[in-house]
């Protein structure tokens, strides 16, 4: 298994993009209100039919190459999926997708 390796600083201001966009100050603020309403976070969450096949290898741990040749599609198909999903969900970052996903406790 592989592991992610992110600088601290890139958490901090991740972990500031999420807590702004929920209306908290604080980190465990936050966890509680993820854990305690998956309904509000999971309606909040968009995917269109191949973009919850590239969210699910995504958290997978997958690169955009693997995803792409796992789907059949070029890497830059991927790439569009990504952003797609972002904008749709009001996101700034693949991490913030993705917290907000294991907030909401709902299988895809």
């Not at 980190?27 to 309904?39: K, S, V």
């Not at 999926?81 to 406790?105: F, V």
Request: net charge positive; glycine share 8%; aromatic share 4%.
């Amino acid at each position: 298994m592989r592991k992610l390796i992110i600088g601290k600083w890139t958490l901090y201001k991740s972990l500031y993009k999420i807590r702004k966009s929920l209306g908290v100050r604080s980190t465990l603020e936050m966890l509680h209100i993820l854990q305690a309403t998956p309904e509000n976070a999971a309606s909040s969450l968009r995917f269109s039919p191949r973009g919850k096949e590239v969210f699910m290898l995504i958290m997978e741990g997958l690169t955009n190459k693997r995803i792409a040749e796992r789907l059949g599609i070029g890497v830059s198909g991927v790439k569009r999926h990504k952003e797609k999903m972002l904008i749709q969900n009001d996101c700034a970052t693949m991490l913030e997708l993705i917290a907000r996903h294991r907030g909401s406790m709902v299988a895809l």
